[in-house]
Structure formats: structure tokens, C-alpha cells
T-cell receptor, first 114, second 112 residues
Framework: NAGVTQTPKFRILKIGQSMTLQCTQD?????MYWYRQDPGMGLKLIYY???????DKGEVPNGYNVSRSTTEDFPLRLELAAPSQTSVYFC?????????????FGSGTRLTVV | GQQLNQSPQSMFIQEGEDVSMNCTSS?????WLWYKQEPGEGPVLLIA?????ELTSNGRLTAQFGITRKDSFLNISASIPSDVGIYFC????????????FGEGTQLTVNP
């Protein structure tokens, strides 16, 4: 049981480049989330999804896009990378909203924009 | 939006000491969760709390859901070097659906 898998683990982008951070889970969780973690800071919600075909903005959505075509996958797209997007990105999932058993997190993607 | 104030920001302790950290909020939460993050990894759930006043243990870790539903604390007894990491509190509010609000984290260093 792999849990939440994120790829790549590390990436360096030049300003203005685009990339997609991949996230897939094999636990049949409906709810999925993207967070960013800046050095010495907590987790800020970028986007989330309550099921296939449904996505919504979190606290810091600007500069990002998401899609949720299947239950398993929740990719995060950066269209025009900026230095302010240098961060560690975490994908997470959970089973239900009725009682929050906590999220399962991936191991993160460390992104540097130069 | 909802915010959590977590303190202290960092702690430097000797092996064997007890540790206490806490989170407070201006909003009521229905669920409090405590996570640990080790270097290069995502956060891992330690303890989940669902009722005001609830006290739950997980080995040397004990956490409580505050009576007012606006705070929670985590205690670690007899710390060991592998306790090193960042500890996060997280809360689920009454109107936030499944979304969690995270504290800023407490960086724990344990000197052998």
C-alpha cells in the first residue's frame, strides 16, 4: 500500500517555466489537498478537491491550477514559475469529512525557482 | 480565515526531559490533530482528538482537547533523540468541511 505518492522529489525551474507536480493516492480517498511549506513556516492550503471533477481554492491559489479527473490523481500545475513559488509542496488525502481521521501526506516536492 | 497560534516556535532540551507545546485559536474547533514532521518527509499523524476535554495518549505522547474547544496541548515525556522534528497542531473548524488549519510548528531539538 503506497499511500500518497508525489513526483518529482526535487526540481529546479527557471523563471517563467511551467511544470506539473504529480500526486496520486491508492487509498480511494475522496478528499485531496495541496499545501506549500515555506522555510520555518506552517502549511498553507493552495487547492483542494472533495471528489473527482470538483476542485476549490484554498488560502494561496494564485499562480497555480489543479484538476481532478480521477479519484486517484490530483496534479498541481504552475504555469509561469516565479521565485515566490520556491517552496516545498505537499499533497495530502483523507477519507471523509464526517470525522476527520487526519490527512495522509506525501513526502513532498522541493521546488526552487531561479 | 481561521488561525492557530502555536508555541513555542522552537525548543532545545536535554534527553530525558519532558516537553510541552500548545496551540490556541480564536475560533472553536471540532477536531484537534497533532503531527510530527521529520526532515525531508511529510507530516505524520500522532494523535487525533474529537471531544472537548478529551485526553489521549500514544506511548510517551499525551494530548488534550481544551474545554473551551479553542486550544490543545501536546506533552512528550522522557524525550529521546529520535523525538527531534517539527510538531504541528491542526484544527478542523465547524464550517471548514474537511479542511484543516495548521499551526506554524514547534521545532524540537533533543541533545543526547
Amino acid at each position: 500500500n503506497a499511500g500518497v505518492t508525489q513526483t518529482p522529489k526535487f526540481r529546479i525551474l527557471k523563471i517563467g517555466q511551467s511544470m506539473t507536480l504529480q500526486c496520486t493516492q491508492d487509498m480511494n480517498h475522496n478528499y485531496m489537498y495541496w499545501y506549500r511549506q515555506d522555510p520555518g513556516m506552517g502549511l498553507k492550503l493552495i487547492y483542494y478537491s472533495v471528489g473527482a471533477g470538483i476542485t476549490d481554492k484554498g488560502e494561496v491559489p494564485n499562480g497555480y491550477n489543479v484538476s481532478r479527473s480521477t479519484t486517484e490523481d490530483f496534479p498541481l500545475r504552475l504555469e509561469l514559475a516565479a521565485p515566490s513559488q520556491t517552496s516545498v509542496y505537499f499533497c495530502a488525502s483523507t477519507q471523509t469529512a464526517s470525522r476527520n481521521y487526519g490527512y495522509t501526506f506525501g513526502s513532498g516536492t522541493r521546488l526552487t525557482v531561479v | 480565515g481561521q488561525q492557530l497560534n502555536q508555541s513555542p516556535q522552537s525548543m532545545f532540551i536535554q534527553e530525558g526531559e519532558d516537553v510541552s507545546m500548545n496551540c490556541t485559536s480564536s475560533s472553536i474547533f471540532n477536531t484537534w490533530l497533532w503531527y510530527k514532521q521529520e526532515p525531508g518527509e511529510g507530516p505524520v499523524l500522532l494523535i487525533a482528538l474529537y471531544k472537548a476535554g478529551e485526553l489521549t495518549s500514544n506511548g510517551r505522547l499525551t494530548a488534550q482537547f481544551g474545554i473551551t474547544r479553542k486550544d490543545s496541548f501536546l506533552n512528550i515525556s522522557a524525550s529521546i533523540p529520535s523525538d527531534v522534528g517539527i510538531y504541528f497542531c491542526a484544527g478542523q473548524g465547524e464550517t471548514s468541511g474537511s479542511r484543516l488549519t495548521f499551526g506554524e510548528g514547534t521545532q524540537l531539538t533533543v541533545n543526547p
